[in-house]
C-alpha cells in the first residue's frame, strides 16, 4: 500500500545538526513533489520545505531558509531533511507528506525531534 | 508567510451544519484554487478532507464541502457526527512556492 515512514528523530543539543529520512513504497515517488511539514507539541502545522519531482528544485519557509535542506534520491525512494544549526522552536514532530493536486494526500506517521541543552 | 487565520474553535450539535474559515491574502487563498482541508485526530497525521478548494478525495463523505471568496475559503460539516470531532486546518499554496497552513479549528461535537 502506500506509505511513508520517517526516521531519524531524537534529542539534540542547540546548534547541532540532524538529518531525516523519509522512506516511500507503494507508488512511483518519482512522480511527485514531496515536502516536510513540522507540528511543534500542541501547535499547528507548519510547511517547511518543498522538493520538485527531480529535485531540481526546492523551496523553503522563511523560518528554516538556510538552515534546512532538503533532498530526494529516486533510485531509492527516499527524501531527506538535512538540519543544521537546530534551535530549541525546531522541537516538533516532523512528517513527511506527498503532494497531489497541490494539496497533501499521503502523511507519514511522523519522527519527533527535540532541541534541548 | 503569515499563517492562515482560522477561528480557535467551533462547535455543533449532531445533525447540525458548522463552518470554519480560513482567511489569507491575495498572495496565497486569494491568488489561487490549490486550497486544501485536513482533519487531525489526536496523536495521528492528518488526513486530506478537500483540496483544490472543493473537491473530494476517493473516501471522504459529501457531508464534508468547501468555497472560496476572496481571500476566505470556508469548510463545511453537515449532518454532524461525533466522529467528526477533531482539528481541522486549511492550507494554501503561495505565490512563493510554498504552502501555508492556518492555524487549526478545534471542532467540538456537543
Known amino acids: 500500500q502506500v506509505q511513508l515512514v520517517e526516521s531519524g528523530g531524537g534529542v539534540v543539543q542547540p546548534g547541532r545538526s540532524l538529518r531525516l529520512s523519509c522512506a516511500a513504497s507503494?507508488?512511483?515517488?518519482?512522480?511527485?513533489?514531496m515536502q516536510w511539514v513540522r507540528q511543534a507539541p500542541g501547535k499547528g502545522l507548519e510547511g517547511m520545505a518543498v522538493?520538485?519531482?527531480?529535485?531540481?528544485?526546492?523551496f523553503y519557509a522563511e523560518s528554516v531558509k538556510g538552515r534546512f535542506t532538503i533532498s530526494r534520491d529516486n533510485s531509492k525512494n527516499t527524501l531527506e531533511l538535512h538540519m543544521d544549526s537546530l534551535r530549541p522552536d525546531d522541537t516538533a514532530l516532523y512528517y513527511c507528506a506527498r503532494t497531489f493536486m497541490w494539496s497533501f494526500d499521503v502523511w507519514g506517521q511522523g519522527t519527533m525531534v527535540a532541541v534541548s541543552s | 508567510q503569515s499563517a492562515l487565520t482560522q477561528p480557535a474553535s467551533v462547535s455543533g450539535s449532531p445533525g447540525q451544519s458548522i463552518t470554519i474559515s480560513c482567511t489569507g491574502t491575495g498572495s496565497d487563498v486569494g491568488g489561487y484554487s490549490h486550497v486544501s482541508w485536513y482533519q487531525q485526530r489526536p496523536g495521528k497525521a492528518p488526513k486530506l478532507m478537500i483540496y483544490?478548494?472543493?473537491k473530494w478525495p476517493s473516501g471522504v463523505s459529501n457531508r464534508f464541502s468547501g468555497s472560496k471568496s476572496g481571500n476566505t475559503a470556508s469548510l463545511t460539516i453537515s449532518g454532524l457526527q461525533a466522529e467528526d470531532e477533531a482539528d481541522y486546518y486549511c492550507s494554501s499554496y503561495t505565490s512563493s512556492n510554498t504552502w501555508v497552513f492556518g492555524g487549526g479549528t478545534k471542532l467540538t461535537v456537543l
Open positions: 483544490e478548494v472543493s
Open positions: 507503494g507508488f512511483s515517488f518519482s512522480s511527485f513533489v
Open positions: 522538493i520538485s519531482y527531480d529535485g531540481r528544485n526546492q
